[in-house]
């Protein structure tokens, strides 16, 4: 009940969607980073100190840069690959298995890792507006993490509308805020942010400041935490089949939109932080410093956002809340689009064996239950080792995307070369050789980042998140190894012997105490009408024994009931025994083992019933030409577990 | 292979004991009680000062006292009730199911903080000896019920001749040194403790020393701890069938031994740390002074027996660590000892009905680990609670044990009235007079005790082993209250429904891909020649359901293949559909649904296979008429499983 009804299949097609509709859904992801990129780009450059800080700006172009690269690229992948598969699937097409899997288990570690930076940044804002909550960022974001789970296993029906309106407000108040901010400080009018009179002390490493090698390195890394906002990119990428038509072209100008709107609000933000001066650093009370002196520690350290909607719009005002709380809100729906794509991804990987079968079934509660408490669990988990630090957790953010957008780039090209061959038409050719050129200059981009990236933050935590992948992927090779193997075990072949007939049933109907559910299995066992039937049951205290062969007498059936002994006290070996015997004594007979079973309301109830039943079933299952047949009895109480189930 | 072989029946009786060696192993828990309990009434008087401290000999004897009475007492009960149910038992019989399942509760709590306050103080005692471990009593507490557990399940066979010697060595060592350290005392050659010289510095309540009402609380809280020398008394009532005949005589003496060493060791200890100033506080850093100043807190405060054997035969010398060294040793001994008796009345309470069934079978490895791991699991829990602190486990324990001691000699009385109802010979009569007698003072002192007990301890600790006991009473009581309600339920009475037998039978044989496991499935639901066959696949796929069904085709059988749709892609809820609809045709017949299914020998293999098989049987379980027929294959793989299960 608390996760409703599944949708019907036929339901999936009539949820195209616009672009206006489909640019909130999917951008979410992408623009929600400005809410903590800008923040790392300058708390990273701050080690340095104040004069590297003056940078900012331009490691935000950088950023720009790459990300409007990758937004080109990306184009060229939407129309090439419309079906959705994106990224896995273009890597498994182009470069192989290998690639592929790579790519999925990247991105499978970057899914987890959307819903741990954002839910923790939101739980940020949360405490600049609301400062109560202050030091209580871990559990907030805890608290988040399991509502969203909720949420998604109870099933998003309209998700465009809720997703649209909100999305739309943090774009508009965001760019709102740069236009005014702009307007001030063109007229003079731009205050200072409430950190601009603090001093930076930098590390000693950097007490010369930004020079030579280590400068250069940090430069780098500050670019590497910039970079963060270039996830969700690839998100319009698995959404195109759900576009109207055209859905690639659709899809594409949708996709050049974002990129437009994220490189704005970046350059914005970025712009506007230098020009309020806004002094950040890791930790505060101990590399700021206000005429000459530290810091107190009780000094809280607001996000950049909130500290020039402070500056710009004043402190308590109306549109800082706004601004405030649809930061919140955004990065809230960034961590959605994970619980969104983590079990589409799961369910592609299942299809082509390499996760368990039961995760295929795309629409099936369970299957996507499963993605969705996977999910949260690895978000959980690193949010309460890292304490819900975005600055700690970024380090282990983007490397993912980086090797999927990598390998995707380098796919195409392979793509659009492949095709080249195919094609003679030459204006289809002249387009095609276009792509590539983008395509290529994508991939050089990407590569390149992804090496800054590894190199800047492997000692940082990226060797956390590698560490993942690789064990993701080997577990996924494995699966799909061992179901392979099956697959050869079990292909019907020329041998018949699964095919041959049993030459007699011999039934076996097991007997604890003589009750109606015994006498239920007993007549479904003589309906089946075996070629020999017989009641076994095991001596374990010989009270109970002499009882149950009393009661079996008085019953009045023509079967016998054996007795077997149980030296050990003990049930499932003395039968086990029996049954060996009866397969030596005529081997090509089957042997049918009825087991009463009682059905049961309460998980409890199954605690104290059946014990002995399950573990002589998993024993039995060992044993060739033994089948089990277990005979059900609905307790009364299971009546309302049926119609629970039935819901 | 960890746990070893099962022992046979037959082979218990061969484990009789004799007296020599029934004493040490019986006799441990309440032996080793002399570890802490001297300890703990030090403790407790040194909140009203030094003064207060004298008045510990005093202590010892009112509970040397209660100790001897018990003994007495507990003789008759050995005598009534020689078949080892213990107090369970007596209490059961003579008071009813009400005060049975109370004394159980009581006694499996106290089982639980057997093991957590000895295995604690070992703890203690190792550091006594081995300073490298000082303050890591909780982790060392911890392994040591791990290994304890890990050995139980193991199993003990000659757990006779093990136990024997250590229990005579820490007899022997503990009884030596009260003679050697008298002799000392007379010649005025006796050392002073460590400790002699410290001032205690008496709580703020009792600055005018043991005075008024609170001081006589405080004597009896004292008191109060010290009782815990009395657990493990009832442990030879137990053990009455495992004495050499005659039983209850051999039984009784060695309980009167037991008294007598016990109430000495106790005497001794006392006398000695009175005699040698042993100064000692729950928090000696803030209660203890040296010169007018309180001591460091890098002072370690050794236990009791350390102290004197420090004083008596030198710090350092061998004699010294031979006692240390036994008393931890005795201490593991009695925590094993909880180890053996838990799962025993565990059994004793399955047979009766109070808990799963399961638990019944005594000789079954698994009912018997079931035990030890519940033991093993409560006292973890306790020991990090309480960071392995015996002070303060001692506050939750001997309520159990005490609530036993009153409800077993309310019931003797009561078998005593009511024997001497039956009996008319004259001096059997004035023998069960006597015996009468003794068991109201057990019962008068005992209750006396318990009241003391729970005044005195409920707020320090009291109320959590209380509320254990409370708890476990209800889960107990409720155990069997559903036990007794299913037996009802399912009584073979004259309604003749459970013996119908059904009028046909009709195969539905499940299909997924067509391998070999569905081939053997066909054949052996084709041997037992239902009335009707049918295969079924549901609809996931529109491409794997096509290869289905020509691979069906190829095979050629003269079996139908009916495809059912599935508009939510999932296979559970069409096909209990299509069996509803084949029940509403046919209500008298039975069906029989066929399962083919992978019996794989790895637990991960188990995740990637047979989730859909267990999912349909779990559904199928609550629809009357219904029987599910498992057809195993067992892969390759499966061989390893099965061979480890075979050992």
Partial sequence: MLVGRPFRNDRMSHTLLPKRI???IFASDALSSVAYAPDEILLTLALAGVGSVALSPWVGIAVMLVLLTVVAS???NVHAYPSGGGDYEIATTNLGRFAGLTVASALLVDYVLTVAVSISSAANYLTTAVPFFQGQQALIAVVGVLILALVNLRGV????????????????????????GLVQFLTGNLRQSVSAAFEIVPSAEFSQG???????????????????????VEAISNGVPNFR??????????????????????????????????HMAQDPSSELTLNGELLSSSYVQSPVISQIADAVFGSGSIAFYIVVAATGVIL???????????????????????????????????????????????????????????TRLIQLYIVGVFVSFTASQFGMIRHWTRELGRVKDRSVRL?????????????????????????????????????????????????RAHYDKVARELAVGDDSSARALPSRVHAVLLVSHVRKPVLRALAYARASRPSRLDAVTVDISPEETAQTVADWEKLDIPVPLTVLASPYRETVTPLLEYIDSMRRESPRDLIVVYIPEYVVGKWWEQLVHNQTALRIKARLHFEPGVMVASVPWQLKSSEAARRLQEL
Avoid at 212 to 230: D, H, I, K, P, T
Avoid at 267 to 273: D, M, N, P
Avoid at 438 to 465: D, P, Q, R, Y
């Fill in 22 to 24: 489909a640019l909130p």
């Fill in 74 to 76: 990306y184009r060229q």
């Fill in 157 to 180: 029906k309209e998700a465009g509308t809720v997703f649209a309106a909100p999305t739309y407000i943090f774009m508009l108040s965001i760019i709102g805020m740069t236009l005014v």
């Fill in 210 to 232: 930004l020079v030579g090698l280590a400068g250069g390195f940090l430069l780098l890394r500050a670019f590497s935490s910039g970079a963060a906002a270039l996830t969700g």
């Fill in 245 to 278: 038509p055209p859905k690639s072209a659709n899809a594409a100008r949708t996709l050049l939109l974002l990129g437009i709107v994220a490189a704005s609000m970046l350059a914005g933000i970025l712009f506007l932080a230098s020009a309020t001066h806004v």
């Fill in 332 to 390: 809230v729906f960034a961590s959605n689009t994970a619980f969104n794509g983590f079990p589409i991804l799961a369910s592609i990987l299942a299809q082509d064996g390499y996760l368990p079968r039961q995760l295929r079934t795309r629409g099936d509660r369970l299957a996507f239950s499963n993605g969705v408490i996977l999910l949260a669990a690895g978000a959980l988990v690193l949010i309460v080792s890292f304490n819900a630090d975005v």
């Fill in 431 to 479: 387009r095609m050789r276009r792509s590539r050129v983008v395509n290529s200059i994508g991939f050089g981009m990407t590569a390149t980042v992804l090496v800054i990236v590894l190199i800047t933050k492997f000692e940082h935590g990226a060797w956390i998140a590698i560490l993942a992948m690789i064990v993701l992927f080997l577990i996924m090779w494995s699966i």
